[in-house]
């Protein structure tokens, strides 16, 4: 009898234990740092009030953080993240027959909100006026505003209109001056490839000494030459870069001084890198990948650009 009481006896004392850890876990999963309710009452503040082309909200906005970002793009979440996301805003709407998806993600700079804008693009997209830059698809309109990129998604006839009216109000509550990463301007114009430029937060080439870097595709007759532009803490920190990049050059390749292409200029090669041209400018290490006869001159002209 007595061990039947103490069956009973424990087994209210374990669902009770269960009940306070649910409870206690359940109160950590939906607590907030100040930072991320800060973050989250400026995000929400882009949804335009009342919604355009007469949508109506069909739920709540719903906050996804770096922790937490694979619950909504379970497999698509790690290059966000490598990116440097903040938060995700997802909300859904219904404008009479169209359904609409809008995710506003800031990514924390401008830089990095290009890097991630630019890795899902492509340059046979059709590109739009909207903010810094946008492009559109059946269904589909996705574009960079200071550090936020924005993807709005409509399904049913009619959508392209709705998705052009909230990407319109949503560019508005931004507000920021629209433009492309100011780094870039700077950059030889000549024989670029349109929408080839990205941003690569880290290990460009696959060196951890090269990120983060802004890269460019150009044009060189019938081959497409690559200009990398590092961004270095300052002078002496771009010098340190270009020496490891010697470095790297002469364990597995050669690699030599080449003065006439400026002060601490190297040419390299090796055999699965081929060759490449590089020297600093201010705190910035530029480097030519498979510079070909157009090289050098790129060299030269985005030196002359970044002062």
């Known amino acids: 009898m ?13 669902s009770i234990i269960f009940l306070i850890i649910v409870l206690a876990l359940g109160g950590f999963g939906a607590a907030q740092n100040p930072a991320q309710k800060a973050s989250h009452e400026e995000i929400l503040k882009l949804i335009p ?16 953080d770096p922790d937490n970002l694979y619950r909504y793009m379970d497999g698509g979440a790690d290059i966000f993240v490598l990116y440097g996301m903040r938060t995700l805003l997802h909300q859904e709407f219904r404008a009479k027959a169209v359904d609409v998806t809008v995710d506003i993600f800031d990514m924390g700079s401008s830089d990095t909100a290009f890097g991630m804008y630019a890795a899902e693009r492509s340059p046979n ?52 001056t629209p433009a492309m990463p100011a780094l870039l301007a700077r950059l030889p114009l000549e024989n670029r490839k349109p929408h080839s430029e990205r941003y690569i937060p880290k290990d460009p080439l696959g060196h951890p000494f090269l990120g983060p870097a802004y890269v460019v595709a150009y044009a060189s007759g019938d081959q497409e030459i690559e200009l990398l532009v590092t961004l270095a803490q300052n002078e002496t920190d771009a010098r ?10 002469r364990k597995t390749g050669k690699c030599e001084a080449a003065p006439e292409l400026g002060k601490d200029a190297i040419r390299a090669s090796n055999s699965f890198e081929g ?15 498979n510079p070909a006869t157009a090289g050098e001159r790129l ?9």
């Open 299 to 307: 060299l030269k002209e985005t030196a002359d650009g970044l002062d």
């Open 240 to 249: 340190e870069r270009l020496e490891q990049l010697a470095e790297h050059f």
């Open 125 to 176: 997209y059709r590109f739009v006026k909207i903010g810094a830059e946008g492009y559109k698809d059946e269904g589909v309109l996705n574009f960079l505003e200071d550090r936020y990129y924005v993807k709005l998604a409509g399904f049913g006839a009619g959508a392209d209109t709705v998705l052009d009216a909230f990407a319109q109000s949503i560019s508005a509550r931004i507000g920021a």
């Open 49 to 64: 009030e009342p919604p355009p082309a007469g949508a109506v909200a069909q739920a709540a906005a719903s906050f996804y």
């Open 2 to 14: 007595n061990s039947c009481r103490f069956k009973v006896v424990s087994i209210k004392v374990l």
């Open 275 to 289: 060759n490449v041209i590089a020297r600093t400018k201010g705190r910035y290490l530029v480097l030519v990948v």
